[in-house]
């Protein structure tokens, strides 16, 4: 089921972007370390290989068919909008105090989000343009 099978475009028409909290396409594989560590090392590589394979096929396929679901999206009566300055920073400084807050009581999800901010940190040095409204903190 899609949002445009439910009609939201009717009673929700606007659609606002960018949706940088919505996770988007990820995978997620979960198995123990023993078990891991149990596997031979060739099933440990093919295992990483199609971990890797399944992860940049969604990724792919979720930029290939965007496009279109926006213009269908839009075909139904929804209005694309870009979020203002002010909503952008609001969710950007609410999302680092819940993630100081939950790095206070779990010490491995504080090691997990330092990683995560400075490897982000970095990406929007990369990536960022001179318009950009977002401050990096």
Same mark, same amino acid.
């Given at each position: 089921?899609?949002?445009?099978?439910?009609?939201?475009?009717?009673?929700?028409?606007?659609?606002?972007?960018?949706?940088?909290?919505?996770?988007?396409?990820? %995978? #997620?594989?979960?198995?123990? /370390?023993?078990? &891991? *560590?149990?596997?031979?090392?060739?099933?440990?590589?093919?295992?990483?290989?199609? !971990? +890797?394979?399944?992860?940049? &096929?969604? +990724? =792919?396929?979720?930029?290939?068919?965007?496009?279109?679901? /926006?213009? @269908? /999206?839009? =075909? =139904?009566?929804? #209005?694309? @909008?870009?979020?203002?300055?002010?909503?952008?920073?609001? !969710? %950007?400084?609410?999302? $680092? *105090?819940?993630?100081?807050?939950?790095?206070?009581?779990?010490?491995?999800?504080?090691?997990?989000?330092?990683?995560?901010?400075?490897? @982000? $940190?970095?990406?929007? /040095? &990369? !990536? @960022?343009?001179?318009?950009?409204?977002?401050?990096?903190?």
């Amino acid at each position: 089921m899609t949002t445009r099978s439910f009609g939201f475009a009717k009673v929700a028409p606007y659609y606002y972007y960018p949706g940088w909290w919505e996770g988007g396409p990820s %995978l #997620h594989g979960f198995i123990s /370390l023993a078990k &891991w *560590e149990a596997l031979p090392k060739s099933y440990q590589t093919a295992l990483t290989a199609a !971990c +890797q394979y399944a992860t940049t &096929w969604m +990724q =792919a396929r979720y930029d290939a068919q965007n496009p279109a679901a /926006l213009k @269908r /999206l839009v =075909a =139904a009566g929804a #209005h694309l @909008r870009p979020s203002s300055t002010e909503i952008m920073n609001a !969710c %950007l400084k609410a999302t $680092n *105090e819940l993630w100081a807050e939950i790095s206070a009581k779990n010490a491995d999800f504080k090691k997990f989000i330092e990683l995560m901010i400075a490897f @982000r $940190n970095d990406q929007y /040095l &990369w !990536c @960022r343009s001179p318009s950009s409204p977002m401050t990096v903190t």
